[in-house]
C-alpha cells in the first residue's frame, strides 16, 4: 500500500517552454501533496504544500508564478515549470500524505531544460 | 530555524562492517524522525519512522534511535552488504507537518 507515482519519469524541454508532472496517489487518498527539488548530490528542498482544493503555500524563495501546482482531487498533483530555463534542470521529487506528518514519495521526475 | 545535519557525508566500507551514521537537528521541538534509503536518480524510501515519544525502531538488521533532548539521531547498519549501497537521509517533522531533510551520508559498501 501507499505508493504514489510520477509521471514521466524523465522529461527533456526546450528553454522557454514549459513542462507539466503529475503525481498520483495510486491507493489512498492524500489530503496534502508535497512538492521537492533536488540538486545533484544535494538533499532535497521542499518547494510547496498543496491540499486538495486550495492554493498551494509556496517555500520562501520559490517562485509560485514560476512553478504552478495544482490540487485538484485527493489524488492528483501537477507541477507546471513554466517558460523553462536550463538553470531549472533537476530532479523534482513529490510526497502524498494521508492525514498528515507520515509522506509516502514518488519515483521523481528528471528535468533537463536544453 | 530547523536545520538538519549528518555525519559523515560520505563512508566508504568493506562488506559486512556494522555501522553507524549520524544526524543532528537544531531544534528538538519534533514530532518524528525519519531515516530514508535513496538510490542514484531514484525516489526516497522510507526505512524507519520514530516518534517524538520513541527511543528507537527496528526493522531486520536497521536499528535508528532518537534522543530528543540532544537533538541526535544514529542509524546502525548491522553486517553491511554491497545491497546497502546507497544515499541515507534523516528528516524530521516539526510543528508545521514539514519534513526538514538532513545533508545525506553517501553510502558504499564493497566485495
Known amino acids: 500500500g501507499a505508493v504514489v507515482s510520477q509521471h514521466p519519469s524523465w522529461v527533456i524541454c526546450k528553454s522557454g517552454t514549459s513542462v507539466k508532472i503529475e503525481c498520483r496517489s495510486l491507493d489512498f487518498q492524500a489530503t496534502t501533496m508535497f512538492w521537492y527539488r533536488q540538486f545533484p548530490k544535494q538533499s532535497l528542498m521542499l518547494m510547496a504544500t498543496s491540499n486538495e482544493g486550495s492554493k498551494a503555500t509556496y517555500e520562501q524563495g520559490v517562485e509560485k508564478d514560476k512553478f504552478l501546482i495544482n ?44 | 530555524k530547523q536545520e538538519v545535519t549528518q555525519i559523515p557525508a560520505a563512508l566508504s566500507v568493506p562488506e559486512g562492517e556494522n555501522l553507524v551514521l549520524n544526524c543532528s537537528f537544531t531544534d528538538s521541538a519534533i514530532y518524528n524522525l525519519q531515516w530514508f534509503r535513496q ?21 531486520g538488521r536497521l536499528n535508528a534511535s532518537l534522543d530528543k533532548s540532544s537533538g541526535r539521531s544514529t542509524l546502525y547498519i548491522a553486517a553491511s552488504q554491497p545491497g546497502d549501497s546507497a544515499t541515507y537521509l534523516c528528516a524530521v517533522v516539526s510543528n508545521t507537518d514539514k519534513l526538514i531533510f538532513g545533508t545525506g551520508t553517501r553510502l558504499q559498501v564493497f566485495p
Open chain 2, 39 to 59: 538510490d542514484p536518480g531514484k525516489g526516497l524510501t522510507s526505512l524507519l519512522l520514530i516518534q517524538s515519544s520513541q527511543r528507537e525502531q527496528t526493522s
Open chain 1, 71 to 114: 490540487h485538484a482531487s485527493l489524488t492528483l498533483s501537477t507541477l507546471t515549470v513554466t517558460s523553462a530555463h536550463p538553470e531549472d534542470s533537476s530532479f523534482y521529487i513529490c510526497s502524498a500524505s494521508p492525514q498528515g506528518y507520515e509522506q509516502y514519495f514518488g519515483p521523481g521526475t528528471r528535468l533537463t531544460v536544453t
